[in-house]
């Protein structure tokens, strides 16, 4: 994460992590405050349109994706 030329979408969300995670994978986990990880993604336009289409409640995906999803999601938080 040293590119300063990327730019990174946070969240500390999981609803919203794992649903990113199904089209972009978690980049990395920071855990560097006790109370609240951050979920780091590279951003992209594609990336701002899943997030715009989950808080708009129209974004559909698989309920076993999303499952696997989560399960992948919350094994990166707790390693």
Known sequence: MNDKNQDYFKTTSLALASTINIFFPVLTVDKSNP???EFIFVDSEQLQGVVKSFW????TVSPMEYFQ???EVKTRLYS
């Open 35 to 37: 109370k609240e990880s």
């Open 56 to 59: 708009d409640r129209t974004l």
């Open 69 to 71: 999803s989560l399960k």
